[in-house]
């Protein structure tokens, strides 16, 4: 081994190109640190706060059962396809808690931190209604499936849309089919949680009614949270009616039937915005549920077909069921078809210009396994109709029209 002043010294070339071929691996090391992986260009992801815990869980968990049913079904395939490229579909789901304020905080959690451009609805008119400020704030377009609440939609806003009948329209066939009975009945009460939607459902009713010539002789509202409505259903029995309206979520709706039932309240018919087709209901209620009549945005044995999946709603029931293991009500088909109608649009349009997916989504005409959707200008769904389903022998069976 050579020492000293007789051990070999490298030119300034050398030392030149080994200091380039440094620089060149330093610099590679640094694009590999700072880049995204390749595949983050083949995800589109959608963000969603929903009520998974709190008062409207069981609600809220549904809605993220659908909105997963497409995301599981759509990736099975590989995902969306979009100009020549397969992009596969992300979820990002917050719990709000079924709290209006808490929602409306993670809607801009999800567009300000989570950089999610696509948005998907909140469970109920009372935390879509806050919510959706937020997307029109940011002008991220939200296709909602869960705010019924006609005023939601009288805001002016550009970037909502939803997917499902507006609360005004719960009610009027049960009194359109009451009115056509025979002998007819006479006389009508409504009563309600003291919240958007119920109140909203309610106050469609009334309207109804008095244009089909039905004698209101009850209308009150409870607030949220009641554990007992009997000093209510006293004073509806007094009035003896023959047609009884309510409007709350699924707790709510259990203990009111419950309770007529004690007080000996029967009147002719029974009915309520939602409860009857919901997992559970039925269940809790067992004979005290027969009859009981409720408007559906949705059924199994409708006649409607997706141009995506080629699901029947037939198809996408037993799909459904297998999947998640309980028969679907209207919430998980309502979900799925919020997807659908990105997924049309985004086809159109790509992902990367916002404004023309916006405007792509308002020009939305499809069929899909939950019915037709087509917008009007306030991004409302204007071409589907409701049907009433009755329970009869512990089964909802659809009887009007």
Not at 143 to 150: F, I, M, Q
Not at 350 to 363: C, H, M, P, T
């Amino acid at each position: 081994m050579l020492i000293g002043k007789n051990k070999p010294q490298k030119g300034s070339w050398d030392c030149f190109f080994d200091r380039s071929i440094l620089c060149v691996l330093l610099f590679l090391a640094l694009l590999l640190f700072i880049s995204p992986p390749i595949q983050a260009d083949s995800v589109i992801r959608f963000g969603a706060s929903l009520s998974l815990t709190g008062r409207m869980a069981t609600e809220g968990r549904r809605v993220r059962d659908g909105y997963d049913f497409y995301m599981k079904h759509i990736n099975a395939r590989g995902g969306i396809p979009i100009k020549g490229e397969k992009y596969r579909v992300e979820i990002v789901y917050y719990d709000d808690e079924s709290d209006p304020k808490t929602a409306t905080r993670l809607v801009e959690k999800l567009i300000v931190e989570d950089k999610i451009k696509f948005l998907l609805g909140p469970y109920s008119s009372s935390c879509t209604f806050p919510a959706s400020t937020i997307a029109e704030k940011y002008e991220i377009p939200m296709v909602a499936a869960h705010g019924a609440a006609t005023n939601i939609f009288e805001r002016g806003y550009k970037y909502l849309f939803a997917t499902l009948n507006t609360v005004d329209q719960y009610t009027g066939n049960i009194l359109k089919m009451a009115a056509e009975l025979t002998p007819r009945p006479k006389t009508l009460a409504l009563i309600n949680e003291n919240v958007l939607f119920p109140q909203q459902g309610m106050d469609g009713a009334e309207r109804q009614g008095k244009e089909l010539g039905f004698d209101l002789v009850y209308r009150e509202k409870y607030p949220t949270g009641t554990k007992d409505l009997s000093s209510m259903l006293a004073a509806v029995r007094d009035k003896k009616p023959d047609i009884l309206l309510a409007g709350g979520y699924t707790a709510d709706m259990i203990l009111l039937v419950k309770q007529a039932k004690e007080m000996g309240l029967k009147p002719k018919m029974f009915g309520f915005l939602l409860g009857p087709t919901l997992p559970g209901f039925v269940e809790s209620l067992k004979q005290e549920a027969e009859y009981l009549l409720e408007p559906i945005q949705w059924s199994s044995n409708m006649p409607w077909k997706d141009d995506v999946f080629g699901y029947s709603a037939a198809e996408f029931s037993r799909l459904f069921e297998k999947d998640f293991g309980y028969k679907p009500d209207y919430h998980p088909p309502q979900s799925a078809a919020a997807l659908l109608v990105y997924h049309h649009a985004l086809q159109k349009t790509g992902v990367s210009d916002l404004r023309k997916v916006r405007d792509a989504i308002a020009q939305t005409n499809i069929m899909t396994f939950y019915g037709p959707i087509r917008f009007n200008e306030k991004g409302m769904n204007i071409v589907k109709g409701m049907a009433v389903i009755q329970i009869q022998n512990g089964k909802p069976l659809v009887v009007y029209p």
